[in-house]
Structures are given as structure tokens and as C-alpha cells.
């Protein structure tokens, strides 16, 4: 049976702008790391880039499995920020381990625009 019009439906407005993100295990993201689960792997390490070097000023994008904002400084909210990275999944992952230096990477495909966006080097390799 269907709920009148007359009443309000509490369930059916739902307040959902606070909810947060699923959270990957540290469990989980160190095991898709070691079994080369790209998709988890790569936003597990997002997470982590995220909690701890939380901010704005830079975008980093790693397509198609995730973006964070990050490094204090800059607040941006709308549009295109100025400062982006984007890397080839890969290439990220093997940052985050320490494989490859980021000055390597960006010869061999970051994509990085912007005055401050190098400032993303500071967090590589990011210690698990």
C-alpha cells in the first residue's frame, strides 16, 4: 500500500550531502596492491594522498579510477582548477611505491599544467 500524500514520508527524503566516501581498508588497498588490482589499488592510494595531504591547491587525476584535490594552500571549488596532474594508472602506482622518480614520470606521461601542480612531487613516494 502506498503512503498518502497527506502525511510526511521521513524515509523519503533523504539528507545524504554529509555522507563520505566508502573508505578503502588499509587491509584491502595493500592487498590490490601486491595482487595488482589496478582499479583498488588506485584509489586506495588516492585515499591515502587525500587523508594525508589534505587541500586544494593541486587536482590529481588518474583516469578512469579516480581525482582528489590535495596539498594545503588553494581552495578551489568550481570549474577546471588551476594546478592538475593526471596520470596513466600505472605510471601512479608506481610513483606511490617508489618505482619510477617523478621527474621520470613526467617524461614519460604525467600531464601536469599549472604553477604550483609540481608540487605533487613532495608526496612521492608515499610510505604504506
Same mark, same amino acid.
Given at each position: 500500500?502506498?503512503?498518502?500524500?497527506?502525511?510526511?514520508?521521513?524515509?523519503?527524503?533523504?539528507?545524504?550531502?554529509?555522507?563520505?566516501?566508502? =573508505? $578503502?581498508? %588499509? +587491509?584491502?588497498?595493500?592487498?590490490? $596492491?601486491?595482487?595488482?588490482?589496478?582499479?583498488? +589499488?588506485?584509489?586506495?592510494?588516492? =585515499?591515502?594522498?587525500?587523508?594525508?595531504?589534505?587541500?586544494?591547491?593541486?587536482?590529481?587525476?588518474?583516469?578512469?579510477?579516480?581525482?582528489? =584535490?590535495? $596539498?594545503?594552500?588553494?581552495?578551489?571549488?568550481?570549474?577546471?582548477?588551476?594546478?592538475?596532474?593526471?596520470?596513466?594508472?600505472?605510471?601512479? $602506482?608506481?610513483?606511490?611505491?617508489?618505482?619510477?622518480?617523478? =621527474?621520470?614520470?613526467?617524461?614519460?606521461?604525467? %600531464?601536469? %599544467?599549472? +604553477?604550483?601542480?609540481?608540487?605533487?612531487? %613532495?608526496?612521492?613516494?608515499?610510505?604504506?
Amino acid at each position: 500500500m502506498f503512503h498518502s500524500l497527506h502525511k510526511p514520508v521521513s524515509w523519503l527524503f533523504v539528507d545524504n550531502w554529509r555522507m563520505a566516501k566508502k =573508505q $578503502i581498508p %588499509s +587491509a584491502e588497498g595493500l592487498a590490490a $596492491i601486491e595482487n595488482h588490482n589496478l582499479p583498488t +589499488a588506485t584509489r586506495y592510494l588516492l =585515499q591515502e594522498i587525500e587523508k594525508r595531504f589534505p587541500g586544494g591547491t593541486v587536482e590529481l587525476r588518474v583516469p578512469p579510477y579516480g581525482a582528489i =584535490q590535495c $596539498i594545503a594552500g588553494m581552495d578551489h571549488r568550481r570549474g577546471t582548477p588551476p594546478n592538475v596532474v593526471e596520470l596513466e594508472p600505472e605510471l601512479f $602506482i608506481d610513483l606511490c611505491l617508489g618505482n619510477v622518480k617523478w =621527474q621520470e614520470g613526467v617524461r614519460t606521461g604525467a %600531464s601536469v %599544467s599549472g +604553477a604550483k601542480a609540481n608540487e605533487v612531487a %613532495s608526496i612521492f613516494p608515499l610510505t604504506l
